[in-house]
C-alpha cells in the first residue's frame, strides 16, 4: 500500500519532501510531524549506529535491520539508500529482494565504486556507464512493486554533460526516478529539469554544506523536481544539540540548565504512546479481558 500512495503522490506537482531518517525514533517523530515520506539516508546510519563517516561502511544487512525496525513503527513510504547496492548485479538482485522484504517503498543505486562515499565529498570513483546499466535492470527485473531510483555522481568525476549521458542511459535501463547527485549551479539544475522532467521524476539533495546551492521544497518543485531530501539534516541537528548539552552537563554536572531545551520523562513517554502501549497489554490480560 505504501509503494501506490508514493507513486500516487509523485503525479503531483508539488515536491515531496522528505527528511532523513537512521532509526525507529527519528522516523516515528517524521511521520508524526506531517510528512508524507521519510529517507532511510546511509549515510545518518554510518554516523549514528558506527559513529564513522559515509565511506562504504555500513552493510547491506545493517541497512535493512534497521528498515526492519522502522517499518514496524510507521506506514508512510521509506525511501531506501542502498548504495551501490553492495557488489554487481547479481548482489543487486539480492540487496532490492531483502530490502523490499523488509519494507522498502523505493531503493535508491548509485554508480560508484565500492567502497563509495557521500556524494558531496571529493576524489569519487565511478563504475563504468554500461556496467551501471546492468545492474539498474537487475533491479528493475527483481522488485515486486518498490521504486527503482537510479543515481549518477558524474558530475563531479566526468563533468556535467556526461552525468547527463549517464542518467539518460539509466532511464532508458528502466529506472523510475533519476538523481543526478551534486549539481554545482542553479543553472545545471535547470538543465537536468530540462532534459528529463517530462519523462520520469527527478530528485533533489540538499546537503547543508554541500557543493549544490540550498533551496526550498516549494523553490525546487516550481523548477521541475519531485522529490526533495534533507538526507543528513536530521544527524547534524542532533550532533549540533548534543555538543551544548554534554558542555552543559560536564561543565554544570547537571542538567538543570538545560531543562527548557529538554522533554522531561512524562513528556517522552506521551511522544512514545507509553500508556497507550500499556493500556493495550491490560486488554490481552486474561483477568482483565472478561
Known amino acids: 500500500m505504501h509503494v501506490s500512495r508514493l507513486r500516487s503522490r509523485l503525479r503531483s506537482e508539488a515536491a515531496l519532501l522528505c527528511p532523513g531518517v537512521y532509526d525507529p525514533l527519528s522516523a516515528a517523530m517524521a511521520a508524526s510531524a506531517g510528512f508524507e515520506a521519510v529517507y532511510l539516508s546511509g549515510a545518518s546510519i554510518a554516523y549514528t549506529q558506527l559513529g564513522r563517516p559515509d565511506l562504504g561502511l555500513v552493510s547491506m544487512t545493517e541497512v535493512a535491520d534497521v528498515l526492519g525496525r522502522i517499518r514496524e513503527r510507521i506506514d508512510v513510504p521509506v525511501i531506501v539508500d542502498a548504495d551501490t547496492g553492495w557488489g554487481n548485479a547479481l548482489n543487486v538482485e539480492r540487496s532490492v529482494k531483502v530490502l523490499e522484504r523488509a519494507g522498502a517503498s523505493a531503493i535508491q543505486l548509485e554508480d560508484q565504486t565500492f567502497p563509495k562515499r557521500c556524494g ?157 502501549i500499556l ?9 482483565h479481558g472478561r
Request: proline fraction near 4%.
Open 120 to 276: 558531496h565529498l571529493q576524489d569519487k570513483a565511478l563504475i563504468p556507464a554500461p556496467e551501471m546499466v546492468g545492474k539498474i535492470r537487475a533491479a528493475v527485473a527483481t522488485r515486486q512493486e518498490a521504486l527503482i531510483i537510479a543515481r549518477t555522481d558524474a558530475i563531479a568525476v566526468e563533468g556535467f554533460t556526461a552525468a547527463l549521458d549517464r542518467a539518460e542511459a539509466y532511464a532508458n535501463a528502466g529506472a523510475d526516478v533519476l538523481f543526478v547527485e551534486a549539481p554545482e549551479s542553479r543553472a545545471q539544475m535547470a538543465e537536468i529539469v530540462a532534459r528529463f522532467a517530462h519523462r520520469l521524476p527527478l530528485l533533489a539533495n540538499m546537503v547543508e554544506g554541500g557543493r549544490t546551492p540550498l533551496s526550498s521544497a516549494a523553490d525546487l518543485g516550481a523548477l521541475g523536481f519531485r522529490i526533495v531530501i534533507f538526507p543528513g539534516g536530521t544527524v547534524r541537528a542532533l550532533t549540533h544539540m548534543l555538543q551544548s548539552y554534554f558542555a552543559t552537563l560536564h561543565k554544570d554536572g547537571t542538567t538543570a540548565a538545560y531543562r527548557d531545551r529538554m522533554l522531561d520523562l512524562r513528556g517522552l513517554n506521551d511522544l512514545l504512546g507509553t500508556e497507550a
Open 279 to 287: 493500556a493495550r497489554g491490560r486488554g490481552y490480560d486474561t483477568e
